[in-house]
């Protein structure tokens, strides 16, 4: 991976400044996927778009925030900041929990757009508990909700979209629906994901389990 610039920014609540890694380039080798959606990938950091202010736990989308400086990856550490307090390191802001994630869901102007990106999130996260594990807890009542909310605000036409209905119907064990919603076209492009949930739901299999196609 090439690391891109550091981003200061300040947090619209306290004006607290914190940064932002960005990646200039990356890849995923030796990627981890699940049905989910959920990549890790260690040449390619999935940087949270919603997060948390370190210093006063106020949350925001990084990108609504006001860059205050930007350091270029090899002079990150040579340089003084004389705009920032010298008492005051920035420090990174607070990667998204459970909680950050339902602060954002708070707001009542909240575009549909950035609702499924936190829903979707929140679903990965309350899925963590059952990541490769043998033993599935069954789903709990705010996984659910989210489930269900998801479900109403997802675009069928959307094939990104689309596939996350599928997942979360087979999530749920409700494998004549998801089958269902996987009928028809999809771009090419989608086709690997598309086979490895018809193989999921044929074999009525919900665990959130890693899938890689082209791993043995
Ligand atoms: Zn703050």
């Known amino acids: 991976m090439l690391p891109g610039n550091t981003y200061v920014r300040e947090c619209p609540h306290c004006s607290g ?23 890790d990938a260690p040449m ?13 736990k106020g949350t925001f989308w990084v990108e ?5 400086k930007s350091i ?14 010298s008492n005051q390191n920035p420090i990174p802001y607070k990667n998204p929990t459970r909680k950050i994630y339902l602060q954002g869901l708070d707001d009542l102007n909240i575009s549909k757009e950035n ?15 059952n990541r490769d594990q043998k033993e599935q807890r069954p789903a709990i009542a705010a996984q659910i909700e989210n489930w269900n909310r998801l479900l109403k ?18 999530e749920m064990g409700n ?7 996987l009928a028809g076209e ?16 044929e074999a009525r299999d919900s665990r959130v389990m890693c899938i890689n196609p082209h791993d043995d």
Do not use: H
């Open 115 to 129: 609702e499924v990106y936190l829903r979707s999130k929140l679903m990965q996260l309350f899925n963590d508990v």
């Open 64 to 68: 609504d925030t006001k860059v205050v």
């Open 153 to 170: 605000i997802l675009d069928p036409k959307d094939t990104q979209e689309k596939l996350l209905r599928v997942e979360i119907y087979r």
């Open 175 to 181: 494998f004549e629906e998801a089958k269902k919603v």
């Open 44 to 56: 390619m950091p999935d940087y949270p778009a919603y997060v948390s202010c370190p210093y006063c």
């Open 186 to 201: 999809l771009d090419e492009e989608y086709m690997d994901t598309m086979d490895i949930l018809d193989k999921l739901i």
């Open 17 to 39: 400044k914190f940064t932002q890694p960005t990646m200039a380039s990356g890849n995923t080798f030796g990627a981890k996927f699940w049905p989910d959606g959920k990549i």
């Open 72 to 85: 270029g990856y090899d002079e990150e550490r040579e340089i003084p900041d004389l705009t920032l307090d």
